[in-house]
C-alpha cells in the first residue's frame, strides 16, 4: 500500500498546534505547582496532625488515588455546574472546560504529591528533627529550615516521574472538548486528512519529553547516590 506523507500539515495546522501546547503547557504547569503545594498539606497533617486531622488527608488521598482520573474531571465539568445552579439560582452558572480540568488535575495530583512528599519526609532521619528542637527551634521551624529541604533534595526524582505521568494524562481533557495538544492535533489531522503525520508527530513529542524527563531522573539519581 502506498502512502504519501503531506509533512507540510505540520505547517498549515502550526498555529493551532501550538495553541493546544500552550494549553498542555498550563494544565502541566499548574498541576504540578499547586499539586505539589497541596500534596505538602496534606502529607503535613497526615504526619503531624491530631489524628482526625490525619485520617481525613488519608481518606482524601486514598479518595482520589482510586477514582479514575477522567471521572474527575466529569465530576468537575458536569456535576459542580449543577451544584453551583441549585445553590445560585443562576440557570447559567457554571465551570467551563479549562478551570474544571485545572481544577480536577490539581486535586488528583495533589494525593500522588502527598504519597511523594510524606515518604521524602520519612527519609530524613528522625534525629535531624530532634536536633533542631534540642537548638531551640519549634516543631514548625524544624520542619520548614531543617527537615523539608532535606526532604525536597531525596525527592526530587519521584516528583518528576509523577509531573511526566501528569503531562500524558492531561490529553484526557478530550472528553470535555478541551483543545490541547493532542486534541488540536486531532483536529488538524481531520481537517487535512493527515492522521498518520499528525500522531506520529505527536507521539515523537510525548516521546521527547518523556525521555527528557526520565534522562533528568537518572541524573538527580545518580547524583545522590554519589553524594
Known sequence: MDYSFDWGTLVRGWPFILDGMATTALLVSVGMMLGIALGVVLALARLFGPRWVSLAAAFYVNLFRAIPLILTIFWFFFLVP????????NPYAGVGPIYAALSAFVLAEAAYYCEIVRAGINSVRKGQMQAAIA????????????????????????LINQTIALLKDTSLV?????????GAATKVAHRDGTLVEMYLFV????????????WL??????????S
Open 174 to 182: 478530550y472528553v470535555i472538548s478541551l483543545n490541547d495538544f493532542l
Open 135 to 158: 537548638l531551640g527551634l519549634t516543631r514548625w521551624q524544624a520542619l520548614r529550615h531543617v527537615v523539608l529541604p532535606q526532604a525536597f533534595h531525596n525527592m526530587t526524582p519521584s
Open 82 to 89: 449543577f451544584v453551583l445552579r441549585a445553590v445560585t439560582g
Open 217 to 226: 531522573v537518572n541524573i538527580l539519581k545518580k547524583k545522590q547516590a554519589a
Open 203 to 214: 507521539a515523537v513529542t510525548y516521546l521527547a519529553l518523556c525521555s527528557f524527563g526520565v
